[in-house]
């Protein structure tokens, strides 16, 4: 199996990248860094340049080309402004998505967020991120060629994981470490029957397997 992770640079993503690797896939990281390049062989991802701001759907079609997922965790980050919500939080997923059904690829898993929301109201930063989030998960769902799934964490966290969720299409608020949603991402690359469902991720009882399990074909 090849799986290409959008944003591959990212804190998800190379947890992410190192627990595909080890399960023996092959995986590649599209980043727009050189100098990123090392950090993701290390992880075990091949490493795939590209801006996916500038960067036309058919050249993204061509990076995905015999993938058998793909996985969008790219971010405009901490510090970015309302611009650059829309062009990379929004506008590149939705490019990502689009030049994946034009690949081919059947399966596509969006790391998206708790509260995205397309008529989310407000005028700071953090309210044009969820505006930018659910957009792209709304697009997302219009893709007739896709076995999509929408994963959404709570507050992220740093701490090492526990590798027990709470995975449900509503959880309430919470927060969760990333090593525990790259677990449950790599889950999911491994679990088609949960294409469809918008699943919200946040720190339980539950050992990742066993979430994912129960929520499948839900």
């Known amino acids: 199996m090849r799986i290409v992770i959008a944003g591959g640079h990212g804190r998800i993503a190379l947890r992410l ?32 340049l590209c801006d996916l701001e500038s960067a036309t759907v058919d050249h993204v079609a061509g990076i995905l080309a015999g993938a058998d997922v793909a996985v969008f965790a790219a971010g405009a980050g901490p510090g970015s402004g309302a611009a650059r919500k829309d062009t990379v939080d929004r506008g590149a997923a939705v490019l990502f998505a689009d030049a994946a059904e034009r690949a081919g690829v059947r399966r596509f898993l969006m790391v998206s967020s708790m509260g995205a929301d397309a ?10 991120y ?34 027990l ?14 090593d525990d949603v790259a677990a449950v991402l790599a889950e999911l690359v491994e679990t088609p029957a949960t294409a469809g469902l918008t699943l919200e991720l946040v720190s339980g009882p539950v050992p990742v397997p066993v979430a994912v399990k129960a929520v499948a074909g839900n």
Do not use: C, M, N
Not at 119 to 128: I, K, P, T, Y
Not at 144 to 155: D, F
Not at 168 to 173: D, F, I, S, V
């Open 165 to 178: 969720v709470d995975l449900e299409a509503a959880t309430g608020p919470g927060a969760v470490p990333r």
């Open 119 to 128: 008529r989310h109201e407000g005028d700071e930063v953090f309210d044009a």
């Open 130 to 163: 969820l505006r930018a989030k659910g957009e792209a998960d709304d697009h997302l769902r219009t893709r007739l060629g896709l076995e999509w799934t929408v994963l959404r964490p709570g507050s992220l966290l740093d701490e090492p994981g526990t590798g």
């Open 17 to 48: 990248e190192r627990l595909l690797a080890a399960r023996g896939y092959g995986v590649a990281g599209i980043v727009r860094d050189p100098a990123q390049e090392d950090d993701l062989r290390e992880a075990g991802a091949e490493p795939v």
